[in-house]
């Protein structure tokens, strides 16, 4: 959110995901599903469903519309991302055209109307690392820590974000604490033979 070898922070639709190197031009999904936010779970609790049953038809025929109690919202807020114009989905969109400039602005405005979300965060932090701002790219991946603490996908691309630093030290260390929750991880196991090859040449990878 790293088949040919493509490198780099990749964010696309539905989850978490993964710097480095990977199958294609996008993060390789390891959660599944996006991960749970405080405002995706308050906006799951006061979904309505999409289909009403035969039986609350049949109430609503003999009885009519019934007000909601006061203090229940009419209709849910959609959840971030759900919507291709808003910022998250629009900072995805900028940022696999290799616009982080404007990738970073959503991303950012994301956090600030969602700062639960940490796939918004970890969106931020990848173009951070793209506009070489490593100082507030490290605050961002502490605030998806924070939120989901060191997951498999947040410490790859703290990894994959020392690597471009050059700092080869923090990278293994990120790297190798990833590999350790996931050994079978062909994302984890590329950066680390990345970071090898980076080694070896004495040059950060760009």
Not at 2 to 21: F, N, S
Not at 37 to 52: H, K
Request: contains cysteine.
């Amino acid at each position: 959110m790293l088949i040919g070898i493509a490198r780099g922070l990749i964010i696309t639709t539905a989850a978490l995901w993964l710097a480095g190197c990977t199958t294609s031009n996008s993060f390789s999904n390891l959660l599944g599903s996006k991960a749970p936010s405080a405002d995706a779970s308050e906006a799951q609790a006061n979904a309505e469903p999409s289909e009403p049953s035969t039986l609350a038809e049949e109430t609503t025929t003999t009885t009519g519309t019934v007000p909601p109690p006061l203090g229940v919202p009419t209709s849910a807020p959609r959840l971030l991302g759900s919507d291709p114009y808003d910022d998250l989905s629009l900072g995805k969109k900028y940022y696999r055209a290799s616009n982080y400039g404007l990738a970073e602005q959503h991303f950012r405005r994301a956090v600030e109307s969602h700062p639960r979300d940490a796939e918004a965060w970890l969106g931020l932090a990848a173009s951070y690392d793209r506009l070489r701002r490593f100082d507030l790219a490290d605050r961002a991946y502490g605030q998806a820590v924070g939120i989901l603490g060191p997951t498999v996908e947040i410490l790859n691309n703290q990894g994959y974000s020392y690597m471009l630093r050059g700092d080869y030290k923090r990278a293994h260390a990120a790297l190798a604490a990833a590999q350790r929750k996931d050994p079978a991880s062909k994302y984890v196991q590329n950066n680390l033979r990345l970071l090898e090859e980076s080694y070896r040449k004495g040059k950060a990878i760009e």
